[in-house]
């Protein structure tokens, strides 16, 4: 019974669209665009015409999850463990407000700030003349971090605020130095977390593509770009959607493959993604 | 004495900002010792331990380990392991892992070999042979229990600390790990230290038990000492069933004094410090030194109120006009038939040895120090 609602939204809102995505794929484009009932593969064997785009998206995904990760787990660990009791919901809060602004502003923000009137123009000032931030692939990786930090660091603080302290102590009465029981007992432990922070963020950026646009200057094409063309451009909605579908199987691999890691290292847990 | 103690606590005092956890504690724990620091909760004894184990820092005086100062030396460079309260086990790793830990952090290297066997031995110790590839969550409290104790001994510690290691176990099973307990004290011959708020436990697997109050030592000393000679009120409220009766001093006789308890009856009664006339104590009466008859000339008669039957004894509550309910413990000879009965009169009498008198004082042990400087000899 409580069941009802939430399955009906599944049902509308989920399972029927990537219905008619899955139909779409298999579809032709109407002559003036839009979708045609068919049944080919075709749309499936044009998908190394944007071979680029895929390969650019498999990059910049694992990359920027990975840059995310590295800055995030520091922050959780603080938060979680080192902060004093008092002070941990208002840092709590302070990760997470930027969230309630849309990414769309922030990231125009950056282009401010990274452009030539932003940071460059300040190092000038000291000395520093001709230095770009823009559109390079620095400022694409900052922007990512930036965006999606909230996500990575959440549930890694969930995990390590879970550990229970006295393993900590166990480990050190055992003989480990504080390093080996980080390796030993608290990033293991932690995996949970990291891995879901990881898929959350991975999975986000292989649709991304606002970022890469706006701060890496739109050079480099993902597959986030060749979709909003595909659908709103050109009205090639059968390729669109047979990209879109590549999209989601290659998302489901990714979170098996987390999942399987982080329940073989920390033991029969899985990777909670809601 | 010349043995070096394996545990040495000279002054230690642990603050926690305004509040004094621990206060002037001074402690020689000789080797191959078995001690329990035994109090309520509060008093100060897994302060004690975790100070022992390195996990807090005194604020003032030094912990010694086999001579050795170990101010600043951090938990793991401690020659001491811990068995946890909840055990403390490491959930992603299976039983011989978990045993294994300790050794895997030794430098120089041990070989995987010697790990193995060494994890083996330990787990065969406690009976547990066969189980290394369990997971933690598949073992039953008992067998989590043993997995701590492997996981502690395994290092061969100098002193193994047992923080209320008995606490999570059912009764039956608690009696059985006292008695293992016990029996793997004197099989490897180091010292135990047990912090313990179960009195029992702490008389029955010990050989010494240091009893702690308000953050201090109220008494050390074996447990029928303890039991048998509490140095004041608050031990002998604490360790052991007791009735205490309020009364003033009505006279000195040689080495006893005389008690006028509320009812008026006179009972002599031992004193452990100097007693002032007119002063108001407590005599502690154990219910086994009392005995009941129909016709034991005793200084009380009352009426048996309740009657709990325990196969070799048997417990009274007995009312006692004026006095209150005495509860007294009586043997239960196999075919006499002795019981009394609810509602039944009785007379109580003393069977053996002489109550203990102790001056009533608030905040008890607080505001008591028996000894400056105590020290297990043995």
């Known amino acids: 019974m409580l069941l009802g609602p939430a399955t009906a939204w599944l049902v509308v809102f989920l399972v029927l669209p990537f219905i008619a995505i899955a139909v779409f794929s298999v579809g032709e484009r109407a002559p003036e665009g839009g979708y045609q009932a068919a049944f080919t593969f075709a749309q499936y064997a044009n998908l190394p015409a944007r071979a680029t785009a895929f390969w650019n998206t498999m990059v910049l995904a694992p990359v920027g999850a990975l840059a995310c990760l590295l800055v995030a787990y520091p922050v959780a660990y603080y938060l979680a463990l080192r902060a004093p009791q008092r002070w941990r919901l208002i840092l709590l809060a302070l990760v997470v407000i930027p969230f309630w602004t849309s990414l769309l502003m922030r990231t125009y923000a950056w282009m401010y700030v990274l452009g030539g009137r932003g940071i460059p123009a300040l190092l000038a000032y000291i000395g520093f003349e001709d230095i770009r931030l823009i559109n390079t692939p620095g400022a694409v990786l900052l922007g990512i971090v930036y965006g999606y930090l909230p996500l990575m660091i959440l549930p890694i603080y969930v995990s390590l605020e879970r550990l229970d302290r006295r393993l900590l102590e166990a480990s050190a009465d055992l003989g480990a130095t504080p390093l080996s029981t980080f390796l030993g007992v608290t990033l293991k432990l932690s995996l949970p977390g990291v891995m879901t922070g990881f898929s959350l963020v991975m999975i986000l950026l292989l649709g991304e593509y606002l970022i890469p646009t706006l701060l890496g200057g739109g050079k480099v094409f993902f597959i986030g770009n060749g979709l909003v063309d595909l659908f709103l451009q050109s009205r090639n909605w059968p390729f669109g959607s047979a990209i879109a579908i590549t999209l989601v199987l290659v998302s489901v691999v990714v979170l098996i493959a987390a999942n399987r890691i982080s329940t073989r290292v920390s033991g029969a847990r899985r990777v909670d993604l809601i | ?378």
């Open chain 2, 1 to 378: 004495m010349t043995a070096v103690p394996d545990i040495e606590f000279r002054g230690v005092t642990k603050r926690y900002g305004a509040v004094t956890a621990v206060s002037g504690i001074d402690l020689a724990v000789p080797p191959s010792a078995f001690v329990a620091l035994l109090g309520p909760s509060g008093c100060g004894k897994t302060t004690c331990l975790r100070m022992i184990g390195g996990f807090e820092q005194p604020s003032e005086g030094q912990v010694f380990i086999r001579g050795q100062d170990m101010a600043g030396t951090p938990p793991y460079r401690r020659p001491v392991n811990m068995v946890f309260q909840q055990y403390a086990l490491f959930p992603h790793l299976d039983v011989e892992d978990n045993v294994a830990y300790g050794l895997r952090q030794a430098r120089p290297r041990l070989s995987a070999r010697e790990i193995a066997s060494r994890a083996g031995e330990a787990l065969e110790m406690v009976r547990l042979a066969g189980y290394g590839r369990r997971k933690i969550h598949e073992l039953s409290g008992g067998q989590q229990q043993r997995v701590a104790l492997a996981r502690a001994l395994v290092n061969k510690p100098a002193v193994l600390l047992l923080d209320e290691p008995l606490a999570a176990l059912d009764k039956k099973l608690r009696t059985d790990m006292q008695i293992e307990l016990q029996n793997l004290q004197r099989e490897i011959g180091i010292t135990f230290v047990l912090v313990t708020h179960d009195q029992e436990e702490a008389l029955s697997m010990s050989d010494f038990v240091c009893v702690m109050n308000g953050g201090r030592i109220v008494q050390l000393g074996q447990p029928s000492e303890i039991y048998d000679e509490p140095a004041d009120l608050f031990v002998a409220d604490f360790v052991g069933k007791t009735n205490l009766l309020s009364g003033t001093v009505a006279g000195h006789s040689g080495d006893l004094v005389e008690v006028a308890l509320a009812d008026g009856t006179v009972i002599a009664a031992r004193k452990r410090t100097a007693l002032r006339q007119g002063e108001a104590v407590s005599v502690s009466l154990r219910p086994e030194s009392l005995s009941l008859g129909a016709r034991t000339s005793g200084p009380f008669k009352g009426i048996v109120r309740n009657r709990i039957f325990l196969g070799s004894t048997a417990e009274y509550a007995i009312e006692v006009q004026g006095i209150g309910t005495l509860l007294a413990k009586a043997d239960h000879l196999i075919g006499h038939g002795n019981l009394f009965k609810p509602g039944e009169p009785v007379a109580i009498g003393f069977a053996s040895g002489t109550p203990l008198a102790f001056a009533e004082t608030k905040n008890n042990g607080a505001n008591q120090r028996v000894e400056k400087h105590v020290e297990i000899i043995s």
